[in-house]
């Protein structure tokens, strides 16, 4: 959803994901350009060849893990913004302090805790869906009803092959 927010609002979306299945989604959705999630030092070299050098303005890191966050704070131009979306939850992360602040990052934490907030952000979302500005269709690659609510969840956790999101139906 974000790459396809990103695009729609005009900007240049990299798509960087170590599952095939997830770039072409991401294409879909608006990327322009698709990097494979290999190699550390392939990827930053990557990037700067697609930016001329300059790196991104904006970068999300949505995966959660150390080796993206650490990825991220590399693509990451001088001045730009490190906006981290995902679920950091499995321990302590350590981060190039020293590159942080020779770039100048301006580093956002996007999990909102206000309750209203959220709720706010969560109409806002439903009514972009409802008026055809975001289309979320494409990331249903799984549909459970209500009563697989196990398996969705399990599934949603294990991530079985080509799976990106569940929709569940109410029978």
Not at 58 to 71: F, H, S, T, Y
Not at 109 to 135: C, F, Q, T, W
Request: with cysteine.
């Amino acid at each position: 959803m974000l790459t396809q927010l990103a695009a729609h609002r005009g900007a240049r979306v990299i798509a960087i994901s170590r599952r095939p299945f997830s770039l072409e989604i991401a294409q879909r959705m608006g990327a322009t350009e698709l990097v494979e999630m290999d190699d550390h030092w392939r990827i930053i070299e990557c990037v700067r060849q697609l930016t001329d050098g300059r790196f991104c303005d904006r970068v999300i890191e949505a995966v959660g893990k150390q080796w993206p966050l650490d990825l991220a704070g590399e693509l990451t131009a001088e001045r730009g913004r490190l906006i981290i979306a995902g679920y950091h939850q499995d321990g302590p992360r350590q981060i190039n302090m020293q590159l942080w602040n020779w770039r100048g990052l301006d580093v956002i934490n996007a999990h909102e805790r206000d309750p209203a907030i959220y709720i706010s952000g969560m109409r806002k979302a439903a009514a972009a869906v409802a008026a055809g500005e975001l289309d979320p269709s494409t990331l249903y690659t799984h549909r459970y009803t209500l009563n697989d609510l196990d398996r969705a969840l399990n599934d949603t956790r294990d991530r079985p092959e080509s799976f990106l999101k569940a929709l569940i139906t109410y029978p």
